[in-house]
């Protein structure tokens, strides 16, 4: 008889919700707690998915009756939490960013990189079926040796200016996940340059963020790395990826609901709408993204993103934020 | 507390495992038996999703244990089967063809259509997503008035010779989906002309049958229905539809594992193989079958497709069968 | 010093026009009539192309001043035309089709062959770019034997009644250019099925025409062809084919003004409206024709369609329209 | 009776050979003189297209035997016959870049804002069909505001080192006609920040040159232009763009020979090879920016490029020169 693995989700909002579901729908894991400040967003996870509600993250990381944690809470608990994980042993998949401040990322470090624990961080993005296959006919040799990726991600309107205020800014916030998916192909990245406008959004422009980004990066085997982002797009959710090679090039489409196409006298072939946005868009990552943190439990190894792999993302994040600012391409070290 | 749906799965075959993966991942339902007189077949399924092994249908229809039943046998026992499941009171999903004898079909109509019980037949493809997004647009108003549709369905390669030999051929065997393709745009269909070559399959001729067919169908108000069959196809499963309406033109592509394109010294923009047949193609349609049917019994009426949409499917396969062998159109009724 | 080659234009229609223009273009050649019996039609490509203005074409071919033909007359002035310009010695290119009557085409048929002159059909399609590459695909056998060929042909709205009376109906005035198609790819057809229905024009139906037709025919090795005509689309002139090998399959696209696709809140990745209708969507095949024709006077060999094309062409649309009407395939002997 | 145009080709190598054609196309036009150090060259345009061979471009333009000059000469002439076409009043078709030294740019910039002539730059691409949609589509209104342009472009190999020895570096030479490009949508550049790797080429790594960039600039109107290069590709000339507004998105696609698509066991729906080269894939551009010339003459005024627009595209060259070498974004003043 297999014995059921017990989990905690901090984080009652959207991806905890998702993440509930996911619990839900795998053979073997039991959702015992649902922890939220707000009880009615804890509530309604748990009437559609089980478990009990607390307010305590601490308390229930450190109750015993639970194996693993997902932390979906706000940026500023994952490195506390995370070391109250590591220290009751207890299993955690951890949204990102890690945190805004790269300090608070490296205090953790040497912790987090000794733990018998497994810490998977919440990069979904790289177990989309879409971007695996992209990867995997990178390894298989399809387009030779990567010397160019290109990626555009494009939200289909702004968060509101509550979120954008904490939210370090759209480099930490959004352009993360870019900066993660560009180290799925080029892990070594050593140079960042970036440039923010602000085009459309005044309150993005009042918390001196930007609205528009590009960035270009330098692979340590001499790589460019292009991100293009925008906080808006009338189209919808826009996620793709060229990865171009000396001998070829690969890239996504997005996808739409289906793939019927309609002609009519305004329009010739013209696709559905576009997925709206990353709970739809990415459903199957987050499946993927639990169902690799719970087998990596089981191999006693971190099968997803790493805590390294979230230190990483950050520390570009913050080169980039530099950049944009200084005008000036910034030098970065990994390791 | 929701009382479970008991079922039997009669027929441990690929379609058979299908169904029994849906049974373990719908809530509220709980596999009963699963039925095959090849025990070996039917304990595999039971090994991955419970359930008791029996080798005698109606015996399993008749025990008592079960609620619903889902019919996935050899297509001559579709009809008796189902005349004990009315009798003992046991839903039914059936899969298709009803039966290669419109006569059998007939004979059991008036029962079937007085029945208390749920019957529905396993025209999974009306359940894609894909065709499903056309059928919407098309209830939408996007296209007009439809005035033509044009289906292409290609197999992978050809079902063995021992397959064809029992088949009731392609008309009635491959065709049959089609057909019920057609008939979820154009109901009333009135008259049927078909065409078959034999071009490349020595044993389909042996067994008088045909390897390529093209058919074309009148619908009670002017639509003209085409249908193109290969039982080959050299890149892969091929499964498209176009309706042409006075407005505009609706279209489906075919499925591949991802939209990633590559393009190289030999190729541009060459998409990835096609889902390779339509267990994988198919995979949601399957799982959306058995939930109309569930709900369908909640409900108290079949929400998928019926018996009659079953008879009428035979009655343009028989059509199109004599059709290709007299060279002459064929009128049909399928009231 | 090349001699030029002296031309006259017969019919200063749309095509005619079109011809003109390409004449014009081509070195070494001389418009030196342009016959019409309304004069006004005449002078306006004399206007922008040059030549002497005659009501009397069998004038013109017996003038002595010209060497070749174009004859873009009504229909029943091909055949009496045509066997002016035999006697005359005269070189001619004719519209298609050649004649509504396949008795007259039968009558002319042993003097056409043995003529000194070159006599051209002008079957433009054939001279396509895009079709052209499909063509040279299947001869560089990339998909292998061809088993099945599928061409969609819809006008973007119906001719008037009035042309509609004296057009010989929609096989043959329309479909024929499928025909043609068709025995580009097979070119030994021996059967022949067809469908018409009036969906959606009143004074189509009062000529006893139909506006949309689907036609399934079986070629000599087997082959199955499928057409698909309509005399209108939403969304512009359409025209397409697919070639069906057991090796691969060949399709190809509407042609857009450009490759602009737009994403807007209303439609993501839609295409251009296509072109218009056939003078701009096949404009690169009537100049081809010409240069054919051209090219064919000096090798003393017919390089584009032959008088034998254009009779295969009527025979196959004499069978369609037969087998509409009869609900019977026709067995068709194009030698 | 209309006055023929009486014209000099400066350079008899590709791009001369091209407007040889173009010119005898073109009607009201007469080739005078083909200028070539090398005679051979010369003559071959001569054979093909007529006029007299010279070797003493300086002789030509002031013989008062011409009214325009085409100038394909190599770029170190560019300035110098340009003054001598201001001074003999002979108008100027000139092949881009204007100089690699800006200051020989600016030195002649006050006599050619004043000059009587019209000076042309041949920055084709503005010209081509297919970024002409684009520019339409944004010029309707269709996508609202620019944001965002992104250009992709890729040669499909490297030049020889001999060519790359005296190209004035991958800025100045290919992502020059970027430049102007993204100059046609977003006129007023501020800032240019640009990334360079040496990828694959060692010969263009000894020349201090690089073989892949990445370029980002700010418009005066916040918008981000980012420009991908290559100086090779696996699967030919790539030449795209993507202009992203608040209302919408525009792309283009790379054109094949044809739409036709092949699918097989290996690949799905693949296109044909791309255009192998400029001078195919810009024909239609060349021809284009002959008759703006020609056309803008008869107005007396500059309808393609004008003087100013070579010296912006210079100043962003140099700008991306210098900031892919220091790591710095360099702020850019083009009035």
Redesign the interface.
Known sequence: MTQKLRIAIIGAGRIGYVHAGSVN?TPNLELIYVVDPFEESARKVIADFGGKYSSDPVAVINSGEIDAVIIGSPTPTHIPLLREAINAGVHALCEKPLDLDIKKVDELRTLASSAKINITLGFNRRQD??F???KR?VEEG????I??V?M?S?DPGPAPQSYIAVSGGIFRDMTIHDFDMARNFVPNIV?V?A?G????CDYIKEEGDFD???V?M?GAN???I?I?N?R?????Y?QRIEV??????????????????????D????????MDFFLERYAASYRNELKLFIEGIKQGKVLGSTYDDGRAALILADAAHESART???VKVNLN
Chains 1, 2, 3, 4 share one sequence.
Do not use: C, W
């Open positions: 729908d079926p879409q695996k296959a992209v006919k399809q387009i030779g040796t010397e160019q290109i555009t494009r140079e340059s440039f406008a602000n085009s459309f528009n980004v590009s270009v330098k001499n790589e460019i292009t293009i925008s808006h797009s009338a189209y919808g826009d171009f090679g000396d001998k070829g090039m690969l890239q996504i489409s997005n996808l739409g609901h289906s793939t019927v196409q309609l002609s009519n006298k329009a010739t072939a013209s696709g559905e709408p576009y005008g000036k391409a």
